[in-house]
């Protein structure tokens, strides 16, 4: 299995950026599609980005499109979010997660629910004041 460590969470104004990072190991990251989720306090989780193995395909949740970016790098074994433009409404845990094959993601839309990863990291905690 794959053992995931998120990094880069902190406190930023509203309107500022902030880039958040997932370092794996344990196996071959090449093999797993990544994703962000998020929890606010006494929400459930939810969906923030996907993308897939290669890095060829991504999607995003409505609320971030065009304010979020998700990356990875297959060489370092790392996957990335860059978060711009952010509001108080993106406070928020951070998780990465990892998904064993198979993955469907189109032009219809990704895996995008918690229970369809199989692998979490900690999490990171990003707060945007007002």
């Known amino acids: 299995q794959v053992q995931l460590g998120e990094s880069g969470g902190g406190l930023v104004q509203a309107g500022g950026s902030l880039r958040v990072s997932c370092a794996a190991s344990g196996r071959t990251f090449i093999n797993y599609a990544m994703a962000w989720f998020r929890q606010a306090p006494g929400k459930q989780r939810e969906f923030v980005a996907t993308?897939?193995?290669?890095?060829?395909?991504?999607f995003y949740a409505d609320s971030v499109k065009g304010r979020f970016t998700i990356s990875r790098d297959n060489a370092k074994n790392t996957v990335a979010l860059q978060m711009n433009s952010l509001k108080p409404e993106d406070t928020a845990a951070y998780y990465c997660?990892?998904?064993?094959?198979?993955?469907?993601?189109?032009?219809?839309?990704?895996?995008?629910?918690?229970?369809?990863?199989?692998?979490w990291g900690q999490g990171t905690q990003v707060t945007v004041s007002a």
């Open positions: 993308i897939s193995m290669s890095g060829g395909n991504t």
């Open positions: 997660a990892a998904r064993d094959p198979p993955y469907y993601c189109s032009g219809y839309g990704c895996y995008d629910a918690p229970s369809q990863y199989d692998y």
